[in-house]
């Protein structure tokens, strides 16, 4: 799908070529006195138009318009989380009809935040999954216009919405393939297309490197599967290389069976989407190439399946971290811990800013928070802070759990320096102390995505989740300038001061 912003009012708006036009109308009244404006306007009088974000009324053919189909849509307050409803609600709407070219407009000034939403809740509502279908049917929509008062000054806003829409789509791809299409080493494989995008680098490790890095708790949780595992390093470098880097560490189990600790049938296929924080991993990287900010990134995936096998780790085995810290491994199925743990020791050596780990780690988060947060969990306030106000920003929302010394009680192990479990209570605590166990050498955080990384029933598929989040607090500390080392000299600081580095053209 093809993004184009535009400066349009609604009367121009009704004037462009498109199978469908989407006027979006906030609670000010509509002013305007195009016949598109003046039909909106005594719809809303005749409460035929709702003000309430999502409300919809649709036409057919009105007069003085080109589109042959335009659907109004209320967006309440024009705030974001209005936008977003009033925008998938409409994209649904006007989906039946197959539409290739769909105009978009705000029929109030917009600002960038609304911009935004609008363009990743018309991506999120228009997107389908065709790579393992033999007769898929894409999605219909070729290209979005966002018709706005004042182009120039949402530009930017656009750009980088764009971006992450791209990012979205590329982590709801790797999660929504199935295991057998999305292995450790075609996970790799996709990593390795990114280092072909400006200012990115990849390496992909094996079990060979692997083993020697002394990564045993990582290898363990591999060694009962077929597949090889792959521990993928990206860097992505938008500032000088003295510049600490943020570290991203995404789970990539592309397939949990919970191994010995084996999971009940129903639903078992869902634990494809384990790799959901490797994905956003990628997503994100995939964004940082277009955006281009003036930071470094670095991300960090271990992956592998989670097998039943002769040669699988079990309950009781002991196993040695890279860290040196030895893990009793109780259950098998807690195992999204064993190979973050050694992912967390390999990114010491980045000396971080600051090491964020994204994963599809407890049911228990899915149990706290549902699909609507992702958990988040902090060593440093500073940093949790940040990272709620880029979840807040992008809709892409985290809630903050706590992190109390009390609840590392049950971690402890009569045969090893820590036991991979504790009690059911608090189950998505007690996983993220176990982590917080690898990070004693920089401001750590960990998002527990398990309820927000994937829809289950009907609508069940990857939401690309939480790379609107992690894309947001990027490019907002590549903006505030809080990522600069030391002081750089003016042409360099100016650049910076917005956050990109010169853009490449398009
Ligand atoms: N990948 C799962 C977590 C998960 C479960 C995510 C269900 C989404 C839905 C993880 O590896 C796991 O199995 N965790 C266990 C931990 C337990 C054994 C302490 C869990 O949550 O049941
Ligand atoms: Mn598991
Ligand atoms: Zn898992």
């Known amino acids: 799908m093809d993004f184009q912003l535009k400066t349009l009012t609604v009367a121009q708006a009704a004037a462009e070529k498109s199978d469908v036009l989407i006027v979006l109308a906030g609670s000010a009244p509509i002013a305007s006195k195009d016949p598109l404006s003046v039909l909106a306007a005594s719809a809303r009088k005749a409460g035929d138009l709702p003000d309430k974000a999502g409300k919809l009324l649709s036409l057919y053919r009105p007069e ?10 209320a967006i309440g307050d024009g705030k974001p989380a209005s936008v977003r409803t009033g925008v998938v609600a409409a994209v649904n709407a006007a989906k039946a009809q197959a539409p290739k070219r769909v105009t978009l407009v705000f029929a109030q000034p917009a600002d960038g935040a609304a911009v935004a939403c609008a363009v990743t ?5 228009s997107y389908v999954y065709t ?12 290209q979005l216009t966002v018709g706005v008062a004042d182009a120039a000054a949402v530009a930017g806003a656009f750009d980088d919405a764009r971006a992450t829409v791209r990012g979205i789509e590329l982590a709801k791809e790797w999660g929504n393939r199935p295991a057998n299409h999305a ?3 075609l996970l790799g494989e996709a ?14 490790l094996g079990p060979k490197e692997v083993e020697r890095l002394g990564m045993g708790s990582f290898a363990a949780v591999a060694q009962g599967s077929a597949e090889p595992l792959r521990f993928i390093v990206l860097r992505y470098q938008g500032a000088s290389k003295e510049q600490a880097p943020v570290v991203l560490v995404g789970k990539g189990i592309t397939f949990d069976t919970g191994g010995v600790s ?18 956003s991993v990628l997503g994100t990287f995939r964004a940082l190439g277009d955006i281009q900010p003036a930071i470094n990134v ?3 995936i271990p992956s592998c399946e989670n097998m039943n096998d002769g040669r699988a780790v079990k309950p009781g085995d002991v196993v040695t971290s890279m860290s040196g810290q030895t893990i009793e491994v109780l259950n098998t199925d807690a195992e999204g811990r064993l190979i973050l743990c050694d992912a967390l020791t390999y990114a010491r050596r980045f000396e971080p800013a600051a090491v964020i780990d994204i994963a599809t780690l407890t049911g228990a988060c899915v149990i706290a928070l549902g699909g609507v947060r992702s958990g988040l969990f902090a060593s440093d306030d500073t940093l949790a802070a940040a990272l709620e106000a880029a979840g807040e920003a992008s809709q892409d929302r985290c809630w903050r759990m706590p992190l109390d010394d009390d609840y590392a009680e049950g971690l402890k192990s009569n045969f090893a320096d820590v036991a991979n479990i504790a009690g059911r209570a608090g189950g998505a605590i007690t996983a993220a102390k176990f982590l917080q166990r690898f990070t004693s050498d920089f401001p ?10 994937w829809k289950s029933g009907a609508a069940k598929g990857s939401t690309g989740r939480p790379v609107g989040l992690l894309v947001s607090y990027l490019t907002s500390r590549a903006g505030s300038g809080e990522a600069s080392g030391k002081a750089k000299p003016r042409k360099a600081r100016a650049t910076e001061a917005t956050g990109k580095k010169a853009r490449s053209a398009k």
Request: aromatic content about 2%; overall charge neutral; hydrophobic content about 50%.
């Open 64 to 73: 003085d318009v080109v589109a042959p189909r335009v659907v109004l849509a």
């Open 121 to 125: 809740a018309a991506a999120e509502a």
């Open 131 to 142: 790579t393992t279908k033999s007769k898929a049917e894409p999605r219909s929509i070729r």
């Open 183 to 185: 292995t450790p080493t």
């Open 191 to 204: 990593a390795k297309e990114l280092a072909k995008l400006p200012n990115i680098k990849c390496e992909v």
């Open 262 to 279: 084996l999971k009940p049938a129903a639903e078992m296929d869902e634990m494809k989407f384990d790799m959901c924080g490797a994905a």
């Open 298 to 300: 670095v991300g960090l």
């Open 444 to 453: 750590w955080a960990h998002l527990d995505i398990a309820g927000t990384a």
